[in-house]
């Protein structure tokens, strides 16, 4: 027994120090290099009208993008866990291809298509228009890049809980939406939540997409990732890790969130 | 096509409607422009642009870079979902949520804290005595912090269903703990561990915001595939770098039809 004690501490010392060397320290390295010129500096990056720009344009982004994949996740994780069909496994290809395609043919697919030399560019033009170098073109790419996400958080909640309920509902004479409202949304209600604020963090964080089809005109179509990118190419190194701690802030919420709602959903089934 | 009897004719009809509408816009016209802009390329064109010695540089180092950090992940990964599962201790659940951590960090805030931690001034830095950043041992480390999450949550999962009387069994007929790891506990996590692993590494061929902070972009040492389309619509060569995207989107392609396989593999055991 006593070598199965060894065998345990040493293990967990291996974690310790692996996510130490790869998670922890880096945290502690930003957070450091974030306040090493004082809190002036640090405060001074963050209220810069440029910074608070950046994280309006942010919000203005999740705005527009969370809604229209909330609707879409719920409306296609249905559509694959409640219907057979063939080209399934298509659909489920087509879902999972932006988790698994550079972030840069992400931004690449929009400028070739609503560009100035893209197969819409023209007639966006004429219309008086602008798609890319725009927000219009930061919300499309940042669609693409999240989309999956609520997809693939409501669907394996709709694949395990199957829809018994449901056919109960409707053979005691509940219509189509009531079925949806009362049964089917309180059982993927955790998902969809975990969905949206895992989505919110990537929105908030999507660098490469967003590079491409921004443009970055500061003060203007740079979000918050592509001013922390500018400031440190302008060897304002400290001010560019003071903004970065604002995008840690958001995946700190998150990661904090998540638990939150493993509670909440642990107590709701016990 | 078989749908569930309680939704209603327009209901059935607005669900696949809309699922497909919103996918053409949203993916399929996107991406079926990078095959008609590289076709507008003569296949000699073609070549000279997506498989130049430039190009192959930057594919053998991220391919190379993601197979290693894929690779410590895995080692490290497996650890420490058995750690995580089998195991009590102080701070677990502390470490068990950082391990999202590298998910909901935008890839630039990762790649500048990096480039700097193990540059020339940072804290790695100094204590090394030497420079990592800017060499294809950063874009390694950097790779892995990226794609740390996935072969740990595709175990977790697994190990934590896992019948323990399976084990016991192995146990009672007289076999070691060290035997009944590798031939009991490790083929039943193999699917689950190959898994992570090729999330692992198809994470690291398409990254592109943390890698250009740590790599320095050096051509012909330091400079990936993806970088490579974005110098090209940086020159407004719109077709040279759908032509490299196009090499990209392919070999995406490929490990999702091997995970899909891999995933039905699984369901079959």
């Avoid at chain 1, 228009?129 to 940042?142: E, N, R, S």
């Avoid at chain 1, 053979?171 to 989505?199: E, M, R």
């Avoid at chain 1, 890790?241 to 089934?269: C, D, N, P, Y």
């Avoid at chain 2, 000279?48 to 950090?69: E, G, T």
Wanted: contains cysteine; glycine residues 6%.
């Amino acid at each position: 027994m006593k070598s199965s004690k060894l065998v345990k501490f040493f293990l967990i010392g291996i974690m310790i120090l692996f996510l130490g060397i790869f998670v922890v320290l880096p945290m502690i390295s930003l957070l450091v290099n974030a306040f090493k010129e004082g809190l002036k500096v640090y405060f001074n990056a963050i209220v810069h009208p440029e910074t608070l720009h950046a994280l309006q344009l942010n919000l203005i982004v999740a705005v527009f993008s969370i809604p229209l994949n909330l609707f879409f996740g719920v409306v296609c994780a249905i559509l694959i866990s409640r219907f057979e069909f063939r080209a399934k496994n298509i659909l489920l290809t087509l879902i999972d291809l932006p988790f698994s395609v550079s972030a840069v043919i992400s931004g690449l697919i929009f400028i070739l298509v609503f560009g100035l030399d893209g197969w819409l560019g023209k007639w966006i033009e004429e219309k008086g228009f602008q798609v890319i170098f725009a927000t219009p073109g930061i919300v499309l790419a940042t669609i693409f890049v999240t989309f999956p996400f609520i997809v693939r958080e409501v669907l394996p909640v709709l694949e395990a809980s199957g829809d018994e309920e449901e056919q109960a509902a409707f053979t005691l004479g509940a219509n189509s939406l009531q079925i949806f409202y009362y049964i089917t949304l309180p059982k993927i209600k955790w998902g969809l939540l975990y969905g949206v604020i895992l989505s919110t963090a990537r929105v908030m964080g999507e660098y490469g997409a967003v590079s491409l089809v921004s443009g970055h005109i500061s003060g203007l179509t740079d979000t918050l990732p592509l001013r922390i990118d500018k400031l440190y190419n302008e060897y304002q190194v400290t001010s560019a890790f003071a903004v970065s701690t604002i995008l840690v802030g958001f995946a700190f919420v998150t990661l904090m969130l998540k638990l939150f709602i493993e509670q909440l959903k642990r107590k709701s089934h016990s | 096509m078989n749908s569930p009897i309680y939704y209603s004719k327009k209901i059935k009809f607005f669900i696949i409607f809309y699922t497909i509408v919103y996918l053409v816009i949203i993916v399929i016209i996107p991406l079926s422009s990078i095959f008609f802009k590289s076709s507008e390329l003569n296949l000699e064109k073609f070549f000279s642009i997506a498989f130049n010695l430039r190009s192959l540089y930057a594919y053998k180092l991220s391919f190379l870079s993601s197979l290693f950090s894929a690779f410590i992940n895995s080692i490290f990964g497996l650890i420490t979902a058995w750690v995580l599962v089998r195991y009590d201790f102080l701070g677990k659940k502390f470490f068990d949520t950082i391990i999202d951590f590298p998910i909901a960090l935008p890839t630039a805030v990762a790649g500048l804290t990096f480039g700097n931690l193990y540059s020339k001034e940072g804290e790695m830095g100094k204590l090394l005595g030497f420079q990592i950043s800017y060499t294809p041992i950063a874009v390694v480390i950097v790779l892995t912090f990226v794609s740390l999450p996935f072969v740990v949550r595709s175990i977790q999962p697994v190990l934590e269903d896992m019948d323990l009387e399976l084990e016991q069994a192995a146990a009672s007929l007289g076999a070691n703990p060290i035997q009944t790891f590798f031939y009991v506990t490790l083929p039943y996590l193999f699917p689950a561990w190959l898994t992570g692993f090729i999330l692992s590494f198809a994470r690291g061929i398409g990254e592109y915001g943390s890698v250009i902070f740590v790599s320095g972009n050096i051509p012909y040492f330091t400079e990936i595939s993806p970088l490579l389309v974005v110098m090209r619509l940086e020159q407004f060569d719109y077709a040279g770098a759908s032509a490299i995207a196009l090499v990209l989107l392919t070999f995406s392609f490929c490990l999702l039809v091997l995970l899909n396989i891999l995933e039905n593999w699984t369901k079959i055991k």
